[in-house]
């Protein structure tokens, strides 16, 4: 009965939401770049004050509410369709020069900023449209609508276009509205919820109708009126559905595909935090068009390049809120990232050649290069604390960090990769770094994956990965050698580093859009590489590079007979493979070496134990699920560190506990003696060893990321951060130290 109970609310959502689809996307992305007042400096425009929010609500839905005006009139979806590309905005500033641009005071006229607000509404539509339904060149291989449809609909467009803007619309909804106190005086609850959507005057909006090539008789004003407030009521509705019973219609959704608040939110090409960044840019470009003769077309880019930041450091009490009723540790800094600055991302900690502590945190989602936090610490009172002294926070371009071990001075060296550059910037201290170009890449999205260090050849092995490489995003490893002194071997020829293809999408069966090396893991003579897209992990010969199907296999995973033969490997939806691989994690414990695997849309963490050369299965880790819990969001496995001293795992679950997050511990001498067990499910009361602490923050971020320092401390990654804000702290970002 449950399940017809949900199949038919969520139809009539289907029939309720139709003609609005994506209204509540367009609108999130719309507020995002309006509440920056970074994106309005180099304009005269007062249009992103709450005053103008009708217009630009208005404008933001304009181009899908006319499909809806009259089904069957072509010259309306024809006007549609007209307003969804770049010519219709040159006509429109070209009419708004015109009509206010040479007047005297004219360009700050209530008139002129309503239009102009209306128009910026509807560029961020139609800047949002291209990457998130994978249109045009560029886009149409790697945008979300592609990569949703090969991943999760086995390639139907269709059906992947319907899910993306219903449901997925749905979806970003409930995220934004997460938390949010749904008073009249919280200004993200009133933008979504106000009835006060307004069109420009009848005369403008007649003016753009004619300059389109239409006449005003077969569209006119009071028609596109009702057009625009039937997508204003639905997405009414909608939040008032968010707001009051969203349970059902999250499992639903979730249980169709797994992976899609992923996809939505991370994707590269068109995902939510790839087209706020890009919207932010473009806009600024846009804004100017007002004010001269610019193009449209035009985009106002800048290269943030190298500088100090602030990052704000917290001081808390010894105390944390527990899962349960029992506490089980505390904290006392943390430190919270700029707008936009998704700290805590991925991280790391050094110890660099001027002999200091720090820790590295680096984002692929901001600016469009991605950014490198160097945070100096030192240790107080046996708590790793940010030290003013050494030197300010620093950011660097670079999408990917990882270190290397200098063996002279007991240090080490980090390692910045500049994908967008295609640089290696190694660094001796904060103030000393090295830039190596790379030679004859053709990967755009390079990730350090695994570091290897041979003592007896003093030889460190960078392995490089580009799981969205080629048109069809298959994967591709790369690696290259850096000495004992931190310098990488260099082609004789070329004078840039030199490159080793470690496996290549040719030499396997590999079916479009696999994302082979999602995950890269070294251990021994074994290399493990996953691939998320199929939900597979290849166990491979380090020693057989470049790699092929005679030197790997197929890591077992137990009641999974799917993708179980390495000569082909296709992409599975994520409800059956369950994102297995996402973590892999290698543990020596008492003179054996164990292989975790993570599988978190399933909640499972898998040990392997390597005996002879062979891998065993042992058994799984998983923890329990309250009724009211989205499985598919609790995330257990997320990511995972290993404590050496003291045999200690950690694992996070974002999602768990309605979204608050907790960080389990459990001794690894604990599972082995378990191991004869099928399943070993945690204990809250026993393992949970930290839960959130930060207050209004946003769900499924604390733990995203975990990095721990041989010191003692565990850094925890909250990239999320202020995901429900807008100001100073929006999507921020954050990382604990405990």
Not at 109 to 128: C, D, M, N, R, Y
Request: proline share 4%; glycine share 6%.
């Amino acid at each position: 009965m449950r399940v017809v109970y949900i199949n038919t609310l969520i139809l009539v959502t289907y029939c309720t939401f139709s003609y609005a689809a994506g209204v509540g996307s367009h609108l999130t992305f719309l507020l995002r770049v309006i509440s920056d007042p970074s994106v309005f400096e180099e304009t005269q425009l007062n249009i992103n004050s709450q005053y103008y929010f009708p217009w630009l609500k208005s404008g933001a839905f304009f181009p899908d509410a006319l499909y809806s005006c009259s089904l069957n009139n072509k010259k309306w979806h024809d006007f549609a369709e007209y307003t969804h590309w770049s010519p219709f905005l040159e006509l429109a500033i070209n009419y708004w020069r015109d009509t206010y641009g040479d007047k005297k005071n004219g360009i700050m006229s209530e008139e002129s900023q309503k239009l102009a607000a209306f128009l910026l509404g509807i560029f961020t539509h139609q800047v949002v449209d291209v990457p998130w339904h994978a249109l045009g060149e560029g886009y149409r291989d790697h945008g979300l609508l592609k990569v949703l449809a090969e991943l999760e609909f086995n390639s139907d467009l269709n059906k992947a276009h319907s899910y993306l803007d219903i449901i997925g619309d749905f979806l970003i909804m409930a995220d934004m509205l997460e938390g949010v106190d749904n008073e009249a005086d919280n200004l993200i609850w009133k933008f979504f919820n106000s009835l006060d959507w307004a069109l420009p005057s009848p005369s403008d909006i007649s003016a753009l109708v004619s300059l389109s090539g239409f006449s005003e008789v077969d569209i006119n004003y009071r028609d596109i009126e009702k057009c625009v407030t039937r997508g204003m009521t639905a997405l009414n509705s909608e939040v008032r559905l968010i707001a009051t019973d969203k349970l059902p219609y999250l499992l639903l959704a979730y249980n169709s595909s797994p992976r899609a608040r992923e996809l939505i939110k991370y994707n590269k090409v068109g995902g939510e935090f790839d087209l706020i960044l890009t919207l932010k840019r473009k806009v600024k470009g846009f804004l100017r068009k007002f004010e001269n003769n610019e193009m449209v077309s035009y985009l106002g880019d800048g290269d943030t390049g190298y500088d100090s930041i602030d990052i704000i450091e917290r001081s808390m009490p010894n105390r944390v809120v527990p899962l349960h009723s029992k506490s089980f540790g505390s904290f006392k800094k943390y430190w919270i990232g700029r707008k936009d600055s998704h700290l805590g991302e991925n991280m790391l900690f050094v110890k660099l050649n001027d002999t200091k502590f720090y820790l590295i945190s680096c984002s692929s989602f901001t600016d469009r290069y991605g950014q490198v936090y160097i945070i100096p610490i030192c240790k107080d009172n046996k708590q790793l604390i940010y030290d003013s002294t050494i030197s300010p926070v620093l950011k660097i371009k670079g999408s990917s960090i990882g270190k290397i071990e200098i063996s002279y001075n007991d240090s080490h060296a980090l390692i910045v990769i500049d994908s967008f550059s295609r640089v290696i910037k190694i660094y001796h201290s904060a103030s000393e770094h090295y830039s190596y170009q790379i030679d004859d890449c053709d990967m755009n999205n390079l990730k350090i994956v695994s570091i290897i260090y041979d003592r007896s050849t003093d030889m460190n092995t960078i392995f490089l990965a580009d799981k969205l490489y080629g048109k069809n995003e298959k994967g591709k490893v790369i690696s290259f050698e850096i000495d004992g002194s931190g310098r990488p071997i260099k082609n004789t020829g070329t004078g840039k580093v030199l490159l080793q293809t470690v496996m290549d999408p040719s030499t396997f069966k590999l079916g479009n859009y696999v994302h082979t090396a999602s995950s890269v893991l070294i251990s021994g003579k074994s290399m493990y590489i996953a691939a998320a897209g199929a939900g597979v992990v290849m166990r491979c010969h380090v020693s057989a590079v470049p790699l092929s199907e005679d030197s790997c296999s197929i890591v077992n995973v137990p009641n999974n007979p799917e993708n179980s033969d390495i000569s082909e490997i296709v992409p599975l939806p994520s409800r059956i493979h369950g994102d297995f691989g996402k973590t892999l994690l290698s543990i020596f414990h008492q003179d054996e070496i164990y292989i975790l695997i993570s599988q978190p849309l399933h909640n499972f963490v898998h040990v392997y134990k390597e005996i002879f050369g062979n891998l065993r299965y042992l058994t799984k880790l998983t923890v329990p699920i309250r009724l009211d819990e989205i499985p598919q969001l609790v995330g257990f496995g997320t990511s995972m560190v290993f404590d050496r001293v003291e045999g200690v795992l950690h694992i996070a679950s974002p999602g768990i506990n309605g979204g608050k997050g907790a960080i389990w511990t459990v001794s690894f001498s604990e599972i082995v003696e378990a191991a004869h067990r099928n399943t070993i499910e945690l204990n809250p009361n026993n393992h949970v060893k930290y839960t959130n602490p930060l207050s209004s923050i946003h769900a499924r971020s604390f733990g995203f990321s975990l990095a721990w320092c041989d010191e003692g401390q565990l850094a925890v990654g909250v990239p999320e951060f202020g995901y429900n804000s807008i100001g100073l702290e929006e999507v921020a970002g954050a990382i604990l130290i405990y």
